[in-house]
């Protein structure tokens, strides 16, 4: 008896968390491009989670609507295309490309440039603050007193 | 001299944009509908079920879509706001019933009183995820062709009804040709 209890209970947790969206796909290749598509969706309600990790209403929602049109053979970017129509640029964990986009995506390559070229300056200037802005006749009297020294 | 400027400028530019970005609600996510053609929905009425209504029947008129569930506590906070609104004859309001049992939508409505045009079923929230719908209740208004003008997410209060959506449907139901305002 205590064994059937036991193992009772070790399934259970396992049963209940495959009734958070039991889905089936026809095609192994669905059920990849559904789970890369639930982890690149931003939930809008709770903002700073993908629709994969939450379980707000509205991510429940949006994962079956995604199940949906992968199941129906969907690709990426109808999913995507599809996404953002509703709910904005938003929603799209990777913005895309555009004008609007266009500083978040090339702003670190510049800011990356400006960096280098500080870097090249600094470098440059480097031999000038070596000296050690003795003058020759200096330069010989030190010489002549270190020598002393040894 | 440029050595102490040039840091200094540096640290004006950072305060700057963080203090813009202060000041940004990050709640606040602008609608792509602004500015085009309303979602259609034929959905049935929540009173009626036998009946149905689209967008597409509402073409010609100047109207607000408010998306609600009994389940939604701002929605009863707002609701009031709502009936002041529609009192004033501006424009109808539509009701959109987002994801709610139907029982329960007729009796908040018996309770609070119902100043809906007509309230429409989206059991599923199909519809909602049409309009974008992530964070009831919304509010949409729409104009004589068809098209989202205004989104307002989160309760309407008096102040907005005043500033923002009368203007906005007064100055809308102008441009209908041959109806001149309420």
């Known amino acids: 008896m205590m064994r059937f209890i036991l193992t009772v209970l070790l399934i259970l947790p396992v049963s209940l968390l495959a009734d958070i969206d039991a889905y089936e796909f026809d095609d192994p290749n669905k059920e990849i491009l559904y789970k890369k598509l639930i982890k690149e969706l931003r939930c809008t309600v709770c903002q700073n989670q993908d629709i994969a990790d939450s379980n707000a209403e509205l991510a429940q929602d949006l994962?079956?609507?995604t199940y949906d049109m992968v199941q129906q053979g969907k690709d990426e970017e109808f999913v995507l295309d599809y996404m953002s129509q509703r709910y904005g640029d938003f929603v799209l964990y990777r913005p895309r490309l555009q004008t609007n986009t266009l500083l978040l995506w090339v702003g670190p390559f510049i800011i990356l440039l400006i960096g280098v070229f500080v870097l090249m300056r600094f470098i440059r200037r480097k031999p000038v603050a070596a000296s050690d802005g003795l003058s020759s006749e200096e330069?010989?009297?030190?010489?002549?007193?270190?020598?002393?020294?040894e | 001299m440029t050595r102490y400027l040039l840091p200094l400028g540096i640290f004006i530019v950072i305060v700057a944009f963080l203090a813009v970005g202060l000041k940004l609600d990050p709640k606040h996510i602008p609608?792509?509908?602004?500015g085009k053609p309303a979602p259609d929905f034929n959905l049935p009425d929540l009173h009626n079920p036998e009946k149905s209504v689209s967008v597409k029947d509402l073409q010609g008129k100047v109207w607000l879509l408010n998306v609600w569930a009994s389940w939604c506590v701002s929605c009863r906070a707002e609701h009031d706001v709502v009936k002041r609104f529609v009192a004033r004859g501006a424009a109808p309001v539509y009701g959109l019933n987002?994801?709610?049992?139907r029982a329960d939508a007729l009796a908040w409505l018996r309770q609070l009183g119902d100043?809906?045009?007509a309230s429409l079923i989206d059991y599923?929230?199909?519809?909602?995820?049409?309009?974008?719908?992530?964070?009831v209740p919304e509010t949409f208004v729409i104009d004589h062709e068809g098209i989202v003008r205004h989104k307002q997410v989160g309760p309407v209060t008096d102040e907005i009804i005043e500033n923002t959506i009368l203007p906005?449907?007064?100055?809308?139901?102008?441009?209908?040709?041959?109806?001149?305002?309420a």
């Open chain 2, 31 to 34: 609608s792509p509908f602004i």
């Open chain 2, 124 to 135: 599923k929230g199909d519809a909602g995820i049409d309009w974008g719908v992530y964070g």
């Open chain 2, 98 to 101: 987002y994801k709610d049992e």
């Open chain 2, 115 to 117: 100043p809906y045009e």
């Open chain 1, 63 to 65: 994962r079956r609507k």
């Open chain 1, 139 to 149: 330069r010989k009297r030190a010489e002549q007193l270190l020598e002393r020294d």
């Open chain 2, 168 to 181: 906005l449907v007064l100055e809308l139901k102008a441009a209908v040709p041959g109806d001149k305002g």
